[in-house]
């Protein structure tokens, strides 16, 4: 575990400021996981606010926000520099401190834009700004992970600039985006912001072929399996359904999965809200789900104790009259 310190390149610029840029220059391509601590431990001197071991990174909490008013200052002097690396690293420092900041997401972005026009390395850029994005929307910090500007900037990424670097790496990159959700998701819990990104990526599954068949079936296992350690997330159990509705899921996979979510109920006898608002969803959901599975659902509400302050509304069901038997 070693303390980072400043590399001689930046003799003329902030000490703090200077160990965070150091980070992510030195890991372009590499997904940190980032801590900020109270205090410093092991530092190799008083003045490191940074200490890496492998690709876990522990920051000294006063030590960022005083990197972050550096950064903040010496973007707002040299901004006008756009192909100055020096000024894309201050905007790293300002967006893991300040997430919102627009000025510097969409410096990055413009950027992006640049070498997208000019045919350099845009495959590589693209590469490490994901990598970027991993880095603080997955790490254990406070609001990062919960980012809508992040996010969007991510979507933006994928939308925008992925099938221009990598023509045909859609599909594999939707993959990665639907996994980085889900850990973002364990970070912060209800993120909202984080689900939205999976919806608006899987909007972008359009491949006809097996390939696109099979990524998407897969899809609903993947989820429940993540609902299923997570019960008390509404927003998780809400991306369940979202999947649930896609039109490459077959009825039968729909069928399965209630059946397990059902077993699940029975088996840990779970009463927070979040998983019971889904069984009412999908039970109001006409033609979602077979009759076995409407029953079953009925059942199970009337054997919970939620049954009595939470009755689900049965509109979905033609014969509600059937099931008072």
């Not at 006063?62 to 520099?81: E, P």
Request: charged letters at 20%; hydrophobic letters at 40%.
């Amino acid at each position: 575990m070693a303390a980072q310190g400043a590399s001689t390149s930046h003799e003329t610029m902030p000490f703090e400021m200077v160990q965070i840029m150091n980070i992510f220059r030195d890991n372009k391509a590499t997904v940190l996981e980032i801590e900020l601590m109270p205090q410093m431990l092991e530092a190799d001197t008083p003045e490191s606010i940074v200490i890496v071991d492998g690709h876990y990174v522990g920051i000294l909490a006063k030590g960022l926000m005083k990197a972050f008013v550096q950064a903040k200052q010496y973007f707002s002097k040299n901004r006008s520099m756009e192909d100055s690396q020096d000024v894309l690293d201050s905007t790293s420092v300002i967006l893991l401190s300040d997430p919102e900041h627009l000025t510097a997401a969409n410096f990055r972005k413009q950027r992006l834009l640049r070498l997208s026009e000019s045919s350099l390395d845009i495959s590589r850029a693209v590469e490490e700004e994901f990598a970027f994005l991993d880095s603080i929307l997955t790490s254990p910090l406070h609001r990062q992970s919960k980012s809508p500007t992040l996010w969007y900037h991510r979507w933006w990424l994928l939308a925008h600039l992925l099938p221009i670097s990598k023509p045909g790496s859609t599909l594999k990159q939707i993959g990665t985006e639907i996994s980085t959700v889900l850990r973002s998701a364990e970070r912060h819990k209800h993120n909202y912001y984080a689900f939205q990104h999976g919806r608006r990526s899987l909007s972008l599954v359009e491949d006809p072929s097996d390939s696109g068949q099979s990524f998407i079936s897969q899809l609903p296992k993947q989820m429940l399996q993540w609902c299923v350690k997570n019960p008390s997330d509404t927003s998780g159990w809400s991306f369940l359904y979202y999947i649930l509705n896609l039109d490459r899921v077959s009825t039968s996979e729909v069928n399965e999965t209630i059946g397990k979510v059902l077993d699940f109920v029975s088996t840990t006898r779970w009463h927070r809200e979040g998983l019971w608002v889904f069984l009412r969803t999908m039970l109001n959901a006409p033609g979602m789900i077979d009759r076995q599975n409407q029953e079953a659902i009925v059942m199970t509400f009337r054997n919970e104790v939620l049954w009595k302050t939470h009755p689900p509304t049965l509109k979905g069901v033609a014969n509600w009259s059937d099931f008072q038997t």
